[in-house]
């Protein structure tokens, strides 16, 4: 990670040194009143603009994103004309010379191949085009040429050759960090796909089995937990969101103990202690139930009907700028060097794979200070603690993560 900082570092600082160019060409002293000299505000301009394009650009390298961002760069570049292109068109063209499209996509097969920046000449039979010099500049993330920034000019110029390729790697930086986005949400997304499948199979047949037991002696309460179910299996199968409230997550946990309660009985007693003002708290999705999960089948499906109850304790407190969840049983708990393997990934046979899916994400989301804190031993229950922030950016319910 320090080594990206250090390349974005590098990136921004010659758009700076671009942007000093240009104010020394550019800025006009009587424009400059109070806000220092010509090249401080001409720093200030180029920061200004380049942070107008960079959320356009964080979203990848589309028709859109391209016609959203390409003014400010040309903006940047002080151009006649700026065009993006993908490997395969020209994605948009701001400016005059708009007929020099066909020419210029004919003149970026090398340097789409290569990835190594051209200047040439346009050929033009239109009189007054002042259009007449052209420099490509590749766009590369990790190697490969995602495509080009052409900036047009009437004349050449070895400045404008540097600017442009300044400009394409910071433009390239933008596009990494698209990408690192993308990355992680697919990741987030294949994680809750996990989660989602380790909803097992035989705690679905269970409550179908359970629900069937009550349909001739108790049909009212055979469809109370039909709809717990339906409930809880559409909350866990939704396709919008990576991120939830926490009063979301503990009402399809509500519905997750109802199935759980019909079929232990009063065997299982559960203890909840909410915090109002933290149930429109964001989480990641799915984040609190597999932990319930973990605390029932540890709890309770490890022990023989003989051996009584099991309770389960679920609180959520205001801590200030976190919310504090903790889950807790009196279970058969687990020895601690099990439970390191768990977190570290690797296979145990008393499962556990939601407790390190949900401690990876936590990290992922929040830093690595914020994953879980597990208290167990053998035969001394376990006792889970996160640590929720309340304000996260990039963090909201009604959405995805993203840079916005």
Known sequence: ????????????LPLLA???????????????????????????????????????L???????????????????????????????????????????????????????????????????ETPDCPVRWAVVAPLTVDDRVHGALVACAP?????????????ARWVSVQLELADLDQSRTRLIEAEIKALRAQISPHFIFNSLAVIASFVRTDPERARELLLEFADFT????????????????????????????????DRLSVTLQIAPEVLPVALPFLCLQPLVENAVKHGLEGKAASVGKCHISITAQDTGAEALVVIEDDGAGMD?????????????PSGGIGLSNVDDRLRQVYGDDHGLVIETAVGAGMKVTARLPKYQPGVHSAGRLTGD
């Open 18 to 56: 671009a942007g000093y160019w240009l104010g020394r060409r550019t800025a006009r002293p009587e424009s400059l009143v109070g806000l220092g000299t010509p090249v401080e505000h001409a720093t200030f301009q180029t920061l200004h603009t380049a942070s107008l394009a960079a959320p356009s």
């Open 336 to 348: 601690p060097a099990t439970l390191r393997r768990i977190l570290a990934g690797e296979a145990s």
């Open 155 to 167: 004349r050449e110029s070895a400045v404008l050759v540097r600017a442009a390729g300044e400009v």
């Open 234 to 265: 559409r909350y866990s199968f939704r396709r919008h969101g990576d991120f939830t409230t926490l009063a979301d997550e503990l009402h399809a946990i509500d519905h997750y103990l109802a199935l759980v309660r019909a079929r232990f009985g």
């Open 58 to 124: 964080r979203a990848g390298l589309t028709e859109e994103t391209a016609r959203k961002s390409a003014r400010r760069l040309r903006s940047l570049l002080g151009t006649d004309a700026l065009c993006l292109t993908d490997q395969k068109e020209v994605l948009v063209w701001d400016g005059v010379g708009g007929h020099h499209r066909a020419e210029i996509m004919d003149r970026l097969a090398g340097p789409l191949e290569s990835g190594r920046g051209e200047a040439f000449p346009l050929t033009c």
């Open 1 to 12: 990670m320090s080594g990206f900082i250090a390349g974005l570092c590098v990136a921004i």
